[in-house]
């Protein structure tokens, strides 16, 4: 079936190092999400890639939505502590009614 | 601001109970949405509405229903609690259907069923 894959499952790094997580699709996306949950919080929207090739930056983060419309990656440069929680993306597969998969998420620790 | 409210942040049941999780949002969106988030699964969708009195399956909706009578109320409905339904219950509401546009999730359920 239709799966969104991201990796790494976890990610620690030190404070001040960049991170990365990716999300591949099995599937052609027409766009994808990105979401943020705190520990103990609950999700909370980015940002949304729609065209193909597509960066967005949100001060220290960058977006990339692939040429393919099948992969996408959220980079952080120079981590800092409120950065930690679950980055997940989520894919939009352009169906009818536009169904969404969430991808596991990637658990970002930070190391003083 | 956006608000979406779940009417408890903890439930505690015993297997065969009838769990009722209420959702409200009140931006007067269209669209919500139940996901259940367990370790190491991410979020997983049981149901969505896209409005009054409709409801469309998700990826597991099996052992669950919804009901939604009004536009700002979305329930999820355990009809006969099992152990395996243990685990964290997130509401969402987007204006638009999920292609279109964000989603806003509220606090969470972490129903446990003994």
Known sequence: GQQVMQIPQYQHVQEGEDFTTYCNSSTTLSNIQWYKQRPGGHPVFLIQLVKSGEVKKQKRLTFQFGEAKKNSSLHITATQTTDVGTYFCAGIIPVRDDKIIFGKGTRLHILP | ??????SSRYLVKRTGEKVFLEC???????????????????LRLIYFSYDVKMKEKGDIPEGYSVS???????SLILESASTNQTSMYLCASSFALAGEGEQFFGPGTRLTVL
């Open chain 2, 24 to 42: 409200v949002q009140d931006m007067d969106h269209e669209n919500m949405f139940w996901y259940r988030q367990d370790p190491g699964l991410g």
């Open chain 2, 68 to 74: 939604r009578e009004k536009k700002e109320r979305f």
């Open chain 2, 1 to 6: 601001d956006v608000k979406v409210t779940q």
